[in-house]
């Protein structure tokens, strides 16, 4: 069975945001031992209200259950929690975001988060084998100035964090406005990473490459708009971290029968499976995978080419990488 078969691909997680697998579940616990109080009565009325018609009805309720995050062991559960999960889907990798500004805008300080992050991860690699990287992600939506700010926080864990990203509100937030903080974090060592054209247009991806000079491209599903992009893409063989399940709740395609991974593989693009926000988005690792396999009636092969991908673009030295090749 195609279930089985996925289950049984060893896979690298290039794609996703913790604050986005904070299941509903431990939300309602952690508000509990945190005294928060959440505007839903029960797990069931949770779920219900993960309907969303864009990216930005997304941000809003994934921006309002972090509010629940305020010690540095509720980083820890919610991180654990998720390796625990993706270990049982063979997932040996994990390249994962997390969003500070998220964090400190509310006064939590930025060493709670992000020790409670990284002990999480260290636990996971010694008692799971999942080895791992942490990707620091900026809001868009926030200013040039707080990414700054963010960048000076986080130089006391420098050796924890291996690179820096871009998400949050992509319309009206482009690459360019940020072209001065990665700037700065590529002088101080940190691999590059953006998210662009998941909403927003191929332009946006033109502008994380020659702007931002990413070494990833997170979503750039609208690349297709462009052939010119397409080209260069391929050339470069340039990982696109694509989140099938993502696409679909937040309406970037309408089925995912029309979903643009087939033609994107089939273009020669080093297209990656991720899930962004499983907890959100109804999927781990493995059914984001499925669900693009049903979909677009993806081979065996296709599905163990998509998981050799996740390796190729992601930063394990080459010597590790090689296993998975
Ligand atoms: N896009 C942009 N920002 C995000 C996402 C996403 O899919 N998930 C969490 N923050
Ligand atoms: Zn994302």
Redesign the pocket.
Known sequence: MLKDFIQSLPKAELHL?I??SFEPELMFEIAKRNNVSIPFNSVEEVKAAYKFNN?QE??DI?YAGANVLIEEKDFYDLTWAYLAKVASENVKHVEI?F?PQTHTDRGVPFKKVITGIYKALERGESELGISFKLIM?FLRHLSEESAFKTLEEAMPYRDWISGVGL????LGNPPSKFERVFAEANKRGFKLVA?AG?EGPADYIWEALDLLKVVRI??GNRCLDDTDLVTRLANEQMPLTI?PL?NLE?KVVKDLKNHPLKKLMNKGLLATIHS??PAYFGGYMNANYLAVADALNLSEADLAQLAKNSFTASWLPDTEKHRYL
């Open positions: 945001h604050e986005g990216l997304f941000l994934y975001f969003d992600s998400d949050s509100s992509e998210h998941e997170d979503h989140c993502s937040l962004d926000d």
